[in-house]
């Protein structure tokens, strides 16, 4: 026990005895040492500092932290007969046969065996609490035959929440370096990973996350580095991983990176969860990137494995402090509502609230005073509690400046209809209503100049206010107007 009395075992100690000699393999014994301590109620599993453990599929529990002493390796073992997966018991570890090479299907584009393997350190879904931390090395097997190579995600795990990665150098590794997938409230912090070998090299695959920090991390991956990933029914689905579940990825920050690649994206999105029949529930929200170098930034908007073309939304993405040596053009050509230091996507999305709350930004002085009412029949947006301080409901667009413009909607309630300046919150233009019923609310408007604006719904002084059905499009005096045709809560207009 440690001071404050929680559970530590060192592998090498009794009964373990781990050799960590880099030849003997270690898995048997450093998983006996974790499901101890998680026996025990939680504590901390001690790598020896200065020594190798050969392993491979160590399981992770809830409440167990892995931590490295100076200088200790774990080293992927080149054995398949080494290799387990868990079992239905606690203690319980089935041993399966991984798979060799780079993909496992012909007919599934980028079927990359990893996804099917194993991770190395696996947590299963419902883990909770769990850590890996310490200046220690994880070094995944050297082979020269790519086709002998057993591919395996260095750190792994799904539908997990409330752990932190930190410290940790990941080196020689042929897959994704660290796959958190379908998780919240979670920390990568301080990590170093370089030196990929044979193939797809990428450093943290973000897929359908929430609530996730990445921070102070050094990176020169052979692939993408990092990256925020919408995902719905990927068909290289394994048995402990899926994303036929949709989960938004929002509430992440990616902050005092150091971000390189062989080719493709240091920082970026692949945005693959246009299937999905409600695109609220796989939208891209709330990211802040501020403080980090990186090598290149860019976008997947190409998804191979649908034929619908799009993206799911994206909404709420703040850049500050950051170095981009190159930006790809795909970045450009996302739909964005609301970015913060780059251009806003140009046109309004989802009017009609169809899709609920997608591209929809809210903001509130109380939790609960925005929302998205969604119904078989209409759906709006709405504020309440105007008692508790204002709230507001928009759409960030990249606007031309020197046309003249309208905004039109229907309103209930007691609010206004605004056109606010993004980087000053200026109001640009402005129409109150009061009206018990359903009624038409118009905005005209000039914008000064070019750049990112803000138009939504505000509250007025009590009660609440309603939107629906939203449109933006040229005002009447524009010159050579003609006429206006609705399609899905865009306004189109034809000259």
Not at 245 to 263: G, K, M, V, Y
Not at 329 to 354: A, W
């Amino acid at each position: 026990m440690n001071e404050n009395g929680a559970c530590v075992k060192r592998v090498t100690d009794a009964p373990y005895l781990a050799a960590g000699d880099g030849k003997t393999c270690d898995r048997a014994a450093i998983q006996q040492a974790i499901d101890d301590v998680y026996a025990a109620g939680g504590g901390t599993v001690l790598l020896t500092a200065g020594r190798t453990f050969l392993t491979a599929g160590l399981t992770l529990r809830s409440g167990i932290t892995l931590l490295f002493e100076d200088g200790a390796v774990l080293l992927q073992s080149p054995d398949a007969a080494d290799y387990v997966k868990p079992g239905k018991g606690e203690r319980e570890y089935v041993p399966y046969t991984p798979a060799y090479g780079h993909n496992f299907s012909p007919e599934i584009k980028w079927s990359h065996n990893w996804y099917h393997n194993y991770p190395l350190i696996f947590a299963p879904a419902g883990s909770s609490g769990f850590a890996v931390r310490g200046r220690g090395t994880i070094r995944m097997m050297e082979v020269a035959d790519t086709e002998k190579i057993i591919k395996i995600c260095p750190i792994g795990f799904f539908r997990c929440s409330d752990f932190e990665i930190a410290d940790v150098h990941i080196t020689n590794y042929h897959s994704y370096a660290v796959m958190p997938f379908s998780c919240e409230r979670g920390v990568f912090r301080d990590l170093k990973i370089d030196n990929w070998s044979h193939g797809n090299g990428d450093g943290i695959c973000l897929m359908n996350c929430r609530d996730i920090r990445v921070t102070g991390c050094s990176m020169y991956t052979g692939d993408d580095a990092v990256y925020i990933f919408s995902s719905y029914r990927d068909p290289r689905r394994s048995e402990w991983w899926d994303s036929d579940t949709p989960q938004a990825s929002e509430n992440i920050e990616i902050d005092h990176n150091d971000l390189r690649t062989n080719h493709c994206k240091a920082f970026g999105m692949i945005l693959w969860g246009i299937e999905c029949p409600d695109q609220e529930l796989v939208e891209v929200r709330n990211v802040y990137v501020h403080d980090n170098r990186f090598e290149t930034m860019g976008n997947w908007n190409y998804n191979p494995y649908t034929v619908r073309g799009g993206h799911p939304p994206v909404t709420g993405m703040r850049f500050e402090n950051n170095t981009a040596e190159g930006i790809e053009i795909n970045f450009f050509e996302t739909y964005v509502s609301d970015m913060i230091g780059y251009r806003s996507m140009p046109e309004l999305q989802n009017g009609g609230f169809g899709q609920g709350r997608a591209f929809w930004n809210f903001t509130e002085s109380a939790p609960g005073q925005a929302g998205v009412c969604r119904g078989e029949e209409e759906s709006f947006g709405w504020l309440a509690d105007a008692e508790k301080g204002p709230a507001r409901l928009y759409e960030g667009l990249w606007l031309e400046g020197g046309r003249p413009m309208l905004l039109r909607a229907e309103t209930m309630g007691e609010g206004s209809l605004t056109v606010r300046d993004q980087a000053t919150d200026e109001v640009i233009a402005r129409t109150d209503f009061h009206t018990p019923d359903w009624a038409e609310c118009l905005v005209p408007f000039t914008l000064p100049s070019d750049g990112n604006y803000r138009l939504g719904l505000e509250n007025g002084k009590a009660g609440f206010a309603r939107v629906k059905n939203v449109v933006l499009g040229a005002h009447p005096a524009a010159g050579d107007y003609t006429d206006v045709v609705y399609d899905r809560g865009k306004m189109i207009f034809r000259y």
